[in-house]
């Protein structure tokens, strides 16, 4: 191989990794996203304690309030036919999960301190920046890995055919955010 088709290589390598990270981070986002509005409108003591002390951000207040987001989510399993004893499950499942997310958030915001405090020092440290870059980028990783193993887990919860509801009903609400946001 000739260094420049080695060079070349390398180059696409680290396009395809920056763009599975930054594919990654996105779908992080989104997920944990989804589980915090869950714990804030999900029918346990937990949720309820973080719920009661969280105002939400304008944009949430301006679609739900945490009481419809919870009555939204219990229409949606209902529709489905979840039974309570489905409801309990996923409830204990999101529960234990969000949890891990507080955590998760704590060591972000961690990571976010000390990278500020790298990125403001007389001297940038280029070495201990990328650590701290790594460290993020795992903490990415594990938190879409928990996620997804959260989701499965719940899915699991359910029947084949209360799963294929769930997912037309996640078809209908993308469709109808896709059209909101695209003048639809």
Known sequence: MTQDSDRSLRSTRARSTGALVRGLALTAAF?????????????????STVA???????????????????????????GAGANDAQRQQIDAIFKEAMTAEHADMARYHATMGRMKTLLTASQIDSLAVERVRSDQDQLLLDTNRRITETLTRSARVLTPAQRQALGAEIDRLMAQQIGHHHGG
């Open 31 to 47: 997920c944990i996203g989804g589980l915090a509005t869950y714990a804030a409108t999900a029918p346990s003591a937990f949720a």
């Open 52 to 78: 009661e002390n969280f105002a939400g951000t304008p944009l949430m207040q301006h679609l739900h309030s945490h009481a419809d987001m919870h009555a939204h989510f219990e229409q949606v399993l209902t």
